[in-house]
T-cell receptor, first 112, second 113 residues
Framework: AQTVTQSQPEMSVQEAETVTLSCTYD???????LFWYKQPPSRQMILVIR??????QNATENRFSVNFQKAAKSFSLKISDSQLGDAAMYFC?????????FGAGTRLTVKP | NAGVTQTPKFQVLKTGQSMTLQCAQD?????MSWYRQDPGMGLRLIHY???????DQGEVPNGYNVSRSTTEDFPLRLLSAAPSQTSVYFC????????????FGPGTRLTVL
């Protein structure tokens, strides 16, 4: 079964600095999708960024970018110019054949 | 557009009671799913549906039933609640279950005593 591992239960970053959240996954498939979701204290799950495995180019969305290393099965999220509103739980997710698997999450704290 | 709505927001049950968590979406999405979120474990897929009349099991289906009679609605039934089912439940919908962004409801916090 596919598994997603987030090895950093908690991370902290100073406002305006850059932080990278790690994610690794295990799969034998070649064509799948990867996601980062944000969950603020409101509990609402919000998509941050999406990556298609067959695309070599790393996805970017404004201040958010990923480092996708397919051979290493690694999918890290970089947040640049961190803002107070970035404080949340961040979940990495893998999706294939209608089955989405989530990591355990990383709690990000942003210090003013 | 209301997006994905879930009712109730909170529920307390006694062991052995049954209940249905409601989920509705107004985006005409074919794919709908249910997840549970437990502390330290992220979200786990319970059941999903790729269209009206079609349902399938996810990672943790035991103790839960689903049906999909319309595109809009996807209720989750607990036939005999157990304390192990205490969790936060999320419903989600999307155009495609593998490739597309999932739109999540606000969640239901369920406590089974």
């Amino acid at each position: 079964a596919q598994t997603v591992t987030q090895s950093q239960p908690e991370m902290s970053v100073q406002e305006a600095e850059t932080v990278t959240l790690s994610c690794t996954y295990d799969t034998s498939e070649s064509d799948y999708y990867l996601f980062w979701y944000k969950q603020p204290p409101s509990r609402q799950m919000i998509l941050v960024i999406r990556q298609e495995a067959y695309k070599q180019q790393n996805a970017t969305e404004n201040r958010f970018s990923v480092n996708f290393q397919k051979a290493a099965k690694s999918f890290s999220l970089k947040i640049s110019d961190s803002q107070l509103g970035d404080a949340a739980m961040y979940f990495c997710a893998y999706s294939y054949n209608n089955d989405m698997r989530f990591g355990a999450g990383t709690r990000l704290t942003v210090k003013p | 557009n209301a997006g994905v709505t879930q009712t109730p927001k909170f529920q307390v049950l006694k062991t052995g009671q049954s209940m249905t968590l409601q989920c509705a979406q107004d985006m005409n999405h074919e794919y709908m799913s249910w997840y549970r979120q437990d502390p330290g474990m992220g979200l786990r897929l319970i059941h999903y549906s790729v269209g009206a009349g079609i349902t399938d099991q996810g990672e943790v289906p035991n103790g839960y039933n689903v049906s999909r009679s319309t595109t809009e609605d996807f209720p989750l039934r607990l036939l005999s609640a157990a304390p192990s089912q205490t969790s936060v439940y999320f419903c989600a919908s999307s155009w495609d279950g593998s490739t597309d962004t999932q739109y999540f409801g606000p969640g239901t916090r369920l406590t089974v005593l």
